[in-house]
């Protein structure tokens, strides 16, 4: 299984990005899938997540009403719309699948991982 991540870059606070994730060498709809992120000095924190079908998504309290989790299983793809972007949001973003479908929290409920892309927000 591979996971691509894409769509990093840098942007102002208040701005927007998407995060795409393309995922290869698995039947895509049957994993769930997380965003996770780390910011310099820190841990790798749980940022949200969708299940299979895409009809059930979970946020950290801290990304919660700002980012949206989606998917498109027809194109294997899982993305991450985050919204009033603010400087603490500064992080290297990784998508994650978890094979078994259940919702995550810990890094290690997830079997597979992206490459991770790097998100700046400057203030």
């Known amino acids: 299984v591979q996971l691509q991540a894409s769509g990093g870059g840098l942007v102002q606070a208040g701005g927007s990005l998407r995060l795409s994730c393309v995922a290869s060498g698995t039947i895509f709809s049957i994993n769930y899938m997380g965003w996770f992120r780390q910011a310099p000095g820190k841990e790798r924190e749980f940022v949200g997540g969708?299940?299979?079908?895409?009809?059930?998504?979970y946020y950290a309290d801290s990304v919660k009403g700002r980012f949206t989790i989606s998917r498109d299983n027809a194109k294997s793809t899982v993305y991450l719309q985050m919204s009033s972007l603010k400087p603490e949001d500064t992080a290297v973003y990784f998508c994650a699948a978890a094979p078994g479908g259940v919702l995550g929290l810990r890094e290690y409920d997830y079997q597979h991982w992206g490459q991770g892309t790097l998100v700046t927000v400057s203030s």
């Open positions: 969708i299940n299979g079908s895409g009809g059930s998504q």
